[in-house]
């Protein structure tokens, strides 16, 4: 049996966004910035994609709504230009915390390198941020919070509305990397007080390469990409009309159909949750309710990630032992450590990540696999007949959530 269960890494081109992706291609490949005829009839379809984004996540305007190369840009492009754009008046100081995605942390880093000095804040045992940690670090000179909605390792969700809430009322701007979360949660920029937030395409069905970066109208910028004056003056380059609007095109798809799709996934998620909590000393990773509706993260103790997931790869199960993202470095995840997992925890771990494809005979196939190669891999473990004999001491209690 094959199963896909990596879609925190990316997901699969839904047919609405392939359709729609090779539909431009074919007849609205021009460039928008081009006055003549083709070259409007392109600008009307980058307009029509700013309007669908704008509604999914509320925005007041689609002028709020800019395209960028993906994620990983969007999130550059919100803490270089705010840092930028509010350092002249005296603010240098950031709040994040230490389990979000590289593209924030290494962002950050390069701020610190420019002048700024940055807060990590590490979330609680569930992974979730305690809103009072972040309330105590906003100083005056606080210029930006940047709060992931939802983590793409362990799948907490953040308390948005009331970060979103605290960084009004201190005059703090706030970014959420809300790439996990968008077509999975609810998002509506106006109502959760968010002034910034991230998107990426192809984690939501669209094609790769294609990012959303939403700023609410007012908020000074500073440009990351210099050239022509594409993107309201914001980010050069010329527009990839297709991918764009393939990507508007899924986020519709996948906003109007949530609700439903959701509850299936969640469904899929606690079913795989109930069939792994009888392997002793193995835990799940992450708040078991505020979390992610397609994730589960679970350690095992006295065995490697990796071994399990080359494995399971034989059975054709596809699962991911950390975000991808690192998987060729074998450092334990930052995230399991920036939340106080054991780091011998946190090297046995992996992450099934669910969307709608996925099927019950699906998950009771990994559970049933997952199962078989933690018992042959624990009986190969010298760290295991250590545990077994007691001469090392367990990390993780015998059964989760007993
Ligand atoms: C995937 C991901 C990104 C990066 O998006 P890309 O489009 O791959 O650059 C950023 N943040 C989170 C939380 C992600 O899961």
């Known amino acids: 049996m094959k199963v896909y269960a990596d879609n925190a890494a990316t997901t699969y081109l839904s047919k609405t966004a392939r359709d729609r992706l090779i539909q431009c291609l074919d007849e609205f490949n021009g460039n928008p ?10 600008q009307e379809v980058l307009d029509e994609a700013r309007e669908i984004v704008a509604k999914c996540i509320n925005a007041a305007k689609p002028n709020e709504v800019y395209f960028t190369g993906g994620g990983s840009e969007s999130d550059n492009q919100a803490l270089l230009s705010a840092a ?8 240098k100081h950031l709040i994040t915390l230490n389990i979000e995605h590289h593209a924030i942390l290494h962002t950050m880093k390069k ?3 420019e002048g700024f000095e940055v807060t990590y804040i590490a979330p609680q045992a569930n992974g979730i941020v305690d809103v009072k940690d972040i309330e105590n670090a906003i100083r005056e000179d606080t210029a930006l919070v940047s709060v992931m909605f939802a983590n793409n390792e362990m799948g907490a969700i953040q308390p948005i509305p009331e970060i979103g809430a605290l960084c009004k009322s201190k005059g703090v701007l706030f970014h959420t990397d809300a790439v996990q979360a968008a077509a999975h949660l609810p998002i509506d920029v106006q109502a959760m007080n968010i002034d910034m937030l991230s998107m990426s395409g192809h984690k939501f069905h669209g094609p790769k ?3 959303i970066f939403y700023a609410r109208n007012g908020i000074r910028l500073v440009n990351v990409i210099e050239g022509g004056a594409q993107e309201r003056g914001k980010r050069a380059g010329t527009v990839n009309v297709p991918g764009i609007s393939a990507t508007a095109y899924a986020l519709r798809e996948g906003t109007e159909n949530m609700e439903a799709n959701m509850t299936k996934v969640r469904t899929l998620r606690d079913r795989l949750i109930e069939g792994l909590k009888d392997i ?5 990773n992450g708040d078991p309710v505020k979390r992610l509706p397609g994730n589960v993260n679970w350690s095992f103790e006295g065995v490697e990630g990796e071994s399990l997931l080359l494995h399971l790869d034989m059975y054709g199960i596809e699962c991911s032992s950390g975000s991808a993202c690192t998987s060729e470095s074998l450092d334990p995840s930052h995230v399991l450590l920036g939340m106080g997992v054991p780091v011998e ?11 709608i494809e996925n099927t019950e005979e699906q998950i009771d196939y990994i559970i049933e696999k997952v199962h078989e190669v933690v018992a042959f891999y624990r009986n190969l473990s010298p760290y295991w007949e250590e545990l077994l004999t007691g001469k090392r001491e367990h990390c993780i209690p015998e059964y989760w959530n007993a």
């Open 84 to 91: 930028r754009g509010l350092a002249p008046k005296g603010k």
């Open 209 to 211: 390469g294609v990012g």
């Open 345 to 355: 925890a946190a090297h046995g771990s992996l992450r099934f990540s669910l969307d």
């Open 33 to 42: 910035n081009s006055l003549h005829s083709d070259g409007q009839r392109t």
């Open 111 to 113: 701020l610190e390198k």
């Open 280 to 284: 002793p000393y193995s835990q799940l």
